[in-house]
């Protein structure tokens, strides 16, 4: 009698294609999101929105226990509290993790971390400097746009985009892991994931920290981060489950007879 065959692993073949409906739509929705960061920086109302919370002699909460504590420091080590866990979940999943191939779930945590770096990267080779260094709110420096690359405004500079911000704006790329294979809970995620962004944002705007375009333009940035990555492992699943398959090993085959 042949010994038993060994039972290939299954294969993430649910991966959808690169192109099609789903790539269509996306990237609709991703140009719909830049003409609205765009709109936003066209219509300067990054000071107006500023002098909301700040004046000549600064922003009132940017010291303010709750905002520094809670919202900022509270809410970033939280975040990656979180993403710690989801990284546990790459070897032991829970709830709607368990629906996803293990190399989905390894793109969910990859996809964060991926943003999370972008955001820092740019930050740290901006120029432009935050609310509460314009002289306008008691600092030294000048408004000038971030788009202005290269001309310094006299202030400390990197702070664009928002990288408080990119601690809710990176989770993101898991609507992406998810929305294949758990839909429901991908929107959910998205939900979730854009309210935390908007809200860090916002408790940094209030401080004097960032221009709302900075926190838009960072909401941008990681969907688009985490929707180019998803098309590249989903390109990279679909290369290798098309390759030959190679899981019956000349080892794993009987023996000839003699």
Not at 60 to 88: K, P, Q, Y
Request: hydrophobic share 55%.
């Amino acid at each position: 009698m042949l010994p038993a065959m060994p039972t290939p692993e299954p294969r993430d073949f649910s991966a959808a294609p690169a192109q099609g409906p789903s790539f269509k739509r996306t990237l609709l929705w991703t140009l719909a999101a830049l003409a609205v960061v765009l709109a936003w920086d066209a219509s300067a109302l990054d000071l107006a929105m500023a002098r909301w919370f700040g004046d000549a002699d600064g922003f009132a909460l940017r010291s303010d226990w709750f905002f520094v504590n809670i919202a900022h420091e509270g809410a970033r080590r939280m975040a990656w509290l979180v993403v710690l866990g989801l990284t546990l979940c790459v070897w032991r999943p829970v709830g709607a993790l368990r629906l996803l191939p293990h190399g989905r779930r390894v793109q969910l945590v990859a996809g964060i971390l991926l943003s999370l770096a972008l955001i820092s990267l740019l930050k740290y080779t901006s120029a432009t400097s935050c609310p509460w260094d314009l002289a306008e709110f008691g600092g030294v420096a000048r408004h000038v746009s971030h788009w202005s690359l290269g001309l310094a405004d006299g202030g400390p500079g990197r702070c664009f985009p928002a990288g408080h911000a990119s601690a809710g704006f990176a989770f993101l790329a898991g609507y992406f892991a998810l929305r294949r294979h758990a839909p429901r809970a991908a929107w959910i995620w998205l939900a979730v994931s854009l309210a935390a962004g908007l809200s860090m944002g916002l408790a940094q705007q209030m401080r004097g920290a960032h221009f709302m375009s900075h926190t838009l333009w960072t909401g941008w940035l990681c969907w688009t981060a985490g929707w180019l990555f998803d098309l590249a492992v989903t390109r990279a699943l679909r290369t290798r489950d098309s390759a030959p398959d190679s899981l019956w090993p000349a080892a794993s085959l009987p023996p000839s007879a003699p």
